[in-house]
């Protein structure tokens, strides 16, 4: 069996790991709890452009990922599923654009293995289960300069 086979397993492996979060009843703590509840009151409150919590302002953070769990709220029910699902599928976006920038330069193999390394480094499985910024910059950022690289070239 072919070293791509494994680590394409691999991934698989490694992104289902990071999906099994999806499934508990529970909210990891931290600042988890707080997003969500933020995410929540701009989906009940159809107040986009204001950050609440318990009633005051709350100014600690951009917009972006609340908006996009909120939307998610709307569309699928507040519950734990679906506040991980936004930064699930952000971190898939962005192990895509990593398997594209890689492909574009250095061929299959290492594509799959730039996404191996990605989806297994474990602040960005962290980030994509509480939905931490920094999970839709990166994807953001990836598919950004993937699209710029397409038109440079």
């Not at 070293?3 to 979060?21: D, E, R």
């Not at 599928?89 to 890689?102: D, M, P």
Request: proline fraction near 3%; glycine fraction near 6%.
């Amino acid at each position: 069996m072919p070293i791509l086979s494994h680590i394409k397993w691999l991934v698989l492996l490694t992104l289902l790991v990071n999906a099994g979060a999806m499934l508990s009843p529970i909210i990891n703590g931290g600042d988890s709890i707080t997003y969500a509840a933020l995410a929540q009151h701009i989906a009940s409150s159809n107040d986009w452009s204001s950050l609440i919590l318990d009633g005051q302002d709350w100014l600690d953070k951009p917009h972006l990922p609340f908006w996009i769990t909120a939307v998610f709220f709307k569309l699928l029910g507040v519950s734990t599923f679906t506040y991980i699902l936004p930064g699930f599928l952000a971190h898939l976006v962005g192990g895509f654009f990593t398997y594209r920038i890689a492909r574009l330069f250095y061929g299959r193999d290492a594509a799959w293995l730039s996404v191996l390394v990605y989806v297994s480094a474990y602040h960005l499985m962290d980030s994509s289960i509480e939905v931490k910024a920094e999970t839709y910059l990166t994807a953001f950022i990836m598919g950004a300069c993937y699209y710029w690289l397409r038109f440079d070239a």
